[in-house]
């Protein structure tokens, strides 16, 4: 179901001058003065911006904010302490408004009219995935005018809960548009599932299962996830390679080549608190009976163990055995990236039947995860060929007062909440959701207790782009800044 792309190739896809077959007809007949491109390849190109979005500065950022990696040097370090400017983000605004929203309205204008609803489902998920993200990151942002520039030349900044009721009606077209439609896209358009409408589906209501627990509609979002992703080979992932500047993982590049040296997971201040939870040496491990985290410590973070890993300060992993190394670490060179997994799927039903006040249920589904985690999960081959995985089924007295998980004595249910929550900040490593989760429990008993960066607040969202503030007299004055607060967490 997962595509190796060729990404340096994919602008000239978009701008193709050859001739192609394709879902839309009445192109330009010469092919070397083309002003239109095919559908397909618009496509493409729409669901490699998408991926950007998760994947660079947004994905690093969020990571550093979120306590699981640290700026040590340049502007990085500036970024550790919530110093980040209008500019940093306008590459990744342009991804998300240029190579994401526009395209895909560009691709709907073609597909629509021809009734290919196959290719209009996935692009109308693949739209709310990518705004849904944007969203979550930057509060208020133009969605209903954006990206039509014929009829909206300033589009209005939409407010943030309104956008997540319309990404989930987008959503649900998307579904039906999958459900009704009988359009075969041309093999490799589809470089996240290969054009399979079973996984999409399952892809786009885990989907709406995130955007309901961001906005705390919690019986809304456990309905969601009983439709959603059930099985790990049911993950959406982008998948990488091995060819330096083409298709190597964005995470390896910048770790190792563009910007070696200016992200790692422990400073002159101490280690970041995800190190802390998974490293069995420090006194805030997560560890116990029936958990050995050693295995995700190494697959995590080079330097974890000496006997295993280049000795030195803990760093992301970037060991890859394309480059000669006998370990492939969590950020290798051609490690895939995770956009909409199995293991955010059962960790929201775990987490949503709790807060339903389905004790039970909770329990069983944390434990259905920590069974896929024993049996290996999401943890390179390599790894596992050296760890033992232990990651036992938890009961119910494990959670009550004086339990292994309730040391402290707080009500079973929160411990059990406490310790999902927990489990999806471990799981969620490197990626944005994970600073979803720790915004909306923030200050809760279930919440992750970080401590500030520089400062005495935490950071709630991204600043707009620069360009966009300069070109859109509709955009936010004064600019809200990283430690202003944002809709859904108010």
Same mark, same amino acid.
């Given at each position: 179901?997962k595509?190796?792309?060729?990404?340096s190739?994919l602008?000239?896809?978009i701008?193709?001058l050859?001739?192609c077959?394709?879902l839309?007809?009445?192109l330009?007949d010469d092919?070397?003065?083309?002003?239109d491109s095919?559908?397909?390849?618009?496509?493409?190109?729409m669901?490699?911006?998408?991926?950007t979005?998760?994947?660079?500065?947004?994905?690093?950022?969020?990571?550093?904010?979120t306590?699981?990696?640290?700026g040590?040097?340049r502007?990085w370090g500036?970024?550790?302490?919530?110093n980040?400017g209008?500019s940093n983000f306008t590459?990744?605004?342009?991804?998300?408004y240029?190579?994401?929203?526009?395209?895909?309205?560009?691709v709907?204008?073609k597909v629509?009219?021809?009734?290919?609803?196959v290719?209009?489902?996935?692009?109308?998920?693949?739209?709310?995935?990518?705004i849904?993200n944007?969203t979550?990151l930057?509060g208020?942002?133009?969605?209903?005018e954006?990206?039509?520039?014929?009829?909206?030349?300033?589009?209005?900044?939409?407010n943030?809960?309104?956008?997540y009721?319309s990404?989930q009606s987008?959503?649900?077209e998307?579904i039906?548009d999958?459900?009704?439609?009988?359009?075969?896209p041309i093999?490799?358009t589809?470089?996240y599932?290969n054009?399979d409408k079973a996984s999409?589906?399952?892809?786009?209501?885990?989907?709406?299962a995130?955007?309901?627990?961001?906005t705390?509609?919690?019986d809304?979002?456990?309905?969601?996830?009983?439709?959603?992703?059930?099985?790990?080979d049911?993950?959406?992932?982008l998948?990488?390679g091995?060819?330096n500047?083409?298709?190597q993982?964005?995470y390896?590049?910048?770790l190792?080549?563009?910007r070696a040296g200016d992200?790692a997971?422990a400073?002159?201040q101490?280690?970041a608190?995800l190190?802390?939870?998974?490293?069995?040496?420090n006194e805030?491990y997560?560890?116990n009976a029936k958990?050995?985290e050693?295995?995700?410590?190494?697959?995590?973070?080079?330097?974890?163990?000496q006997?295993?890993n /280049?000795p +030195?300060?803990? $760093?992301?992993?970037t060991?890859s055995l394309s480059?000669g190394?006998t =370990?492939?670490?969590? @950020?290798?060179?051609?490690?895939s990236?995770?956009?909409?997994?199995?293991q955010?799927n059962?960790l929201?039903?775990?987490e949503?039947s709790?807060?339903m006040g389905d004790?039970d249920?909770?329990?069983?589904h944390?434990?259905e995860?920590?069974?896929f985690l024993?049996?290996g999960?999401?943890?390179?081959d390599?790894?596992q060929?050296h760890?033992?995985?232990?990651y036992e089924?938890?009961?119910?007295?494990?959670?009550?007062?004086?339990?292994?998980e309730?040391?402290d004595?707080i009500?079973?249910?929160?411990?059990?909440?406490r310790?999902i929550?927990?489990?999806r900040?471990?799981?969620?490593y490197?990626?944005?959701?994970?600073w979803n989760?720790?915004?909306r /429990?923030? +200050?809760s008993v $279930?919440?992750?207790?970080l401590t500030?960066?520089?400062g005495?607040e =935490?950071?709630?969202? @991204?600043?707009y782009?620069l360009d966009?503030i300069?070109g859109?007299?509709?955009?936010?004055?004064p600019v809200?800044g990283?430690?202003e607060?944002m809709?859904?967490y108010?």
């Amino acid at each position: 179901m997962k595509i190796v792309l060729n990404y340096s190739l994919l602008t000239l896809f978009i701008f193709s001058l050859s001739a192609c077959e394709g879902l839309v007809e009445d192109l330009n007949d010469d092919p070397n003065n083309a002003s239109d491109s095919p559908a397909e390849l618009i496509f493409t190109g729409m669901q490699l911006a998408n991926a950007t979005t998760h994947t660079g500065l947004t994905a690093r950022l969020t990571a550093m904010w979120t306590g699981q990696m640290k700026g040590v040097d340049r502007q990085w370090g500036d970024f550790q302490v919530y110093n980040v400017g209008t500019s940093n983000f306008t590459t990744m605004w342009d991804q998300v408004y240029y190579g994401t929203l526009r395209n895909s309205r560009i691709v709907l204008d073609k597909v629509e009219p021809q009734g290919f609803r196959v290719v209009a489902g996935m692009t109308k998920v693949t739209q709310a995935h990518c705004i849904g993200n944007a969203t979550s990151l930057w509060g208020d942002i133009p969605f209903t005018e954006a990206a039509q520039i014929e009829q909206f030349e300033f589009p209005l900044f939409d407010n943030q809960m309104d956008i997540y009721a319309s990404l989930q009606s987008l959503l649900d077209e998307g579904i039906a548009d999958l459900a009704e439609g009988t359009d075969i896209p041309i093999s490799g358009t589809d470089i996240y599932y290969n054009a399979d409408k079973a996984s999409w589906t399952a892809a786009a209501y885990t989907l709406k299962a995130r955007y309901y627990l961001d906005t705390k509609q919690y019986d809304l979002a456990l309905q969601a996830a009983e439709d959603g992703i059930s099985s790990f080979d049911g993950s959406m992932y982008l998948e990488h390679g091995t060819t330096n500047d083409v298709d190597q993982n964005f995470y390896w590049d910048f770790l190792t080549t563009s910007r070696a040296g200016d992200i790692a997971a422990a400073d002159a201040q101490g280690e970041a608190y995800l190190v802390t939870l998974l490293d069995p040496a420090n006194e805030n491990y997560r560890g116990n009976a029936k958990t050995d985290e050693a295995a995700r410590f190494n697959y995590y973070y080079l330097g974890a163990d000496q006997a295993l890993n /280049t000795p +030195g300060t803990i $760093e992301p992993n970037t060991l890859s055995l394309s480059q000669g190394d006998t =370990l492939n670490g969590m @950020f290798a060179q051609n490690a895939s990236f995770p956009l909409i997994t199995y293991q955010e799927n059962i960790l929201t039903l775990a987490e949503t039947s709790v807060r339903m006040g389905d004790f039970d249920a909770g329990l069983m589904h944390l434990n259905e995860y920590r069974a896929f985690l024993s049996e290996g999960g999401y943890i390179d081959d390599t790894y596992q060929e050296h760890f033992t995985l232990v990651y036992e089924p938890y009961i119910a007295e494990d959670f009550a007062a004086g339990g292994m998980e309730n040391m402290d004595n707080i009500f079973d249910n929160d411990a059990l909440l406490r310790e999902i929550v927990e489990e999806r900040y471990v799981t969620f490593y490197g990626q944005t959701i994970a600073w979803n989760d720790e915004r909306r /429990t923030r +200050g809760s008993v $279930e919440g992750i207790p970080l401590t500030p960066n520089a400062g005495t607040e =935490l950071p709630w969202r @991204f600043v707009y782009s620069l360009d966009e503030i300069n070109g859109n007299p509709n955009a936010p004055d004064p600019v809200p800044g990283p430690l202003e607060n944002m809709t859904i967490y108010q």
